[in-house]
């Protein structure tokens, strides 16, 4: 498995907004609910299909290989639609406003009496859905191990429309946040992780992907490895209106025989990035990494 030590390209990009202006959209859209406020979502994506060329770029070079087509103004606007939607949506689902949405759930569902798991998603639809299930089977529970430095604008704004919904967020890249991952998944949480972008100084792998060749981190295959832990693939996919599909897909049971945990980890990666590509093809304006993912500028740049 040959392994790029470069850092993830994504965490050199900042996130754009403002607190105040988050703070406001929230309170807009829990004061005049979300037929109402979807009008301002159809607004912000526009300004972000006109105002952020690097992102529409980006949409533009993912687009054309995940639809195998020319890519005109109207599907990047639908990409940029899509992910506004889903952050929409999200300050609904940290609220418990379940009743709002349609869930349909496909494939086997983790946890409950076969204790804890790894779930294993991507920028792909809403992970937020995730919370919905949770909450819904008795004594679900789902912890998010995530970076949060990069996101530490909207994670203060979501703590502020709802602290409990970030209170069970493991922070990857310290020192502890093996043992808390492995004490959550002993207790029977379900722990996932959005397994597409690299923490740090984690090690990049080079995997085909949707035609080309992109860096994928290898820090949280090799973690499920370790412990041994069943792993599946989740997505939830944002298919209009206030309907959603949560798909799960069991990659690995846990179970291995074999003493080379490198190879385990690569034949686990290479299912995932095959699902992953599978699902963007299923509903490829659910894809929300909006930076050169495939890195055609630094391989140009050479």
């Not at 639908?78 to 889903?86: D, G, K, V």
């Not at 689902?93 to 759930?105: I, K, S, T, Y």
């Not at 080379?260 to 034949?267: F, I, L, S, T």
């Not at 299912?271 to 050169?292: G, I």
Request: glycine share 8%; aromatic share 10%.
């Amino acid at each position: 498995m040959s392994e790029v030590a470069s850092g993830p390209a994504w965490l050199q990009r900042k996130e754009r907004g403002s607190v105040w202006l988050m703070r406001l959209m929230s309170w807009l859209s829990l004061t005049l609910g979300r037929r109402v406020t979807r009008v301002i979502v159809h607004a912000i994506a526009l300004y972000f299909l006109l105002a952020v060329p690097a992102a529409r770029r980006a949409s533009r070079a993912y687009l054309v290989r995940c639809l195998q087509r020319e890519v005109g103004w109207l599907d990047l606007y639908r990409h940029m639609l899509t992910f506004a939607s889903t952050v929409h949506d999200r300050l609904y689902l940290l609220n418990d406003r379940f009743e709002l949405f349609d869930v349909q759930c496909e494939g086997p569902i983790p946890g409950g009496e076969q204790g804890g798991a790894f779930l294993f998603g991507a920028h792909l639809g809403s992970f937020e859905v995730l919370r919905t299930l949770a909450r819904r089977q008795a004594g679900g529970r789902v912890c998010v191990a995530m970076y949060p430095e990069n996101a530490r604008q909207i994670n203060a704004v979501l703590a502020a429309i709802n602290p409990d919904a970030v209170s069970d967020i493991i922070a990857l890249g310290e020192l502890d946040s093996v043992f808390q991952i492995q004490e959550r998944i002993e207790q029977g949480a379900m722990v996932s992780i959005l397994a597409d972008r690299a923490i740090k100084d984690d090690r990049m792998v080079p995997m085909p992907f949707l035609g080309g060749v992109a860096n994928f981190p290898s820090g949280a295959f090799r973690l499920a490895v370790a412990m041994r832990q069943p792993v599946y693939f989740i997505s939830g996919m944002y298919v209009g209106g206030g309907r959603y599909e949560l798909r799960f897909e069991l990659l690995s049971d846990g179970q291995t025989t074999s003493r080379n945990r490198q190879r385990v980890a690569e034949e686990l990666m290479q299912k995932y990035v095959a699902t992953l590509e599978r699902h963007c093809r299923l509903a490829p304006y659910n894809w929300f990494n909006f930076y050169d993912f495939w890195e055609t500028d630094r391989v140009d740049a050479v």
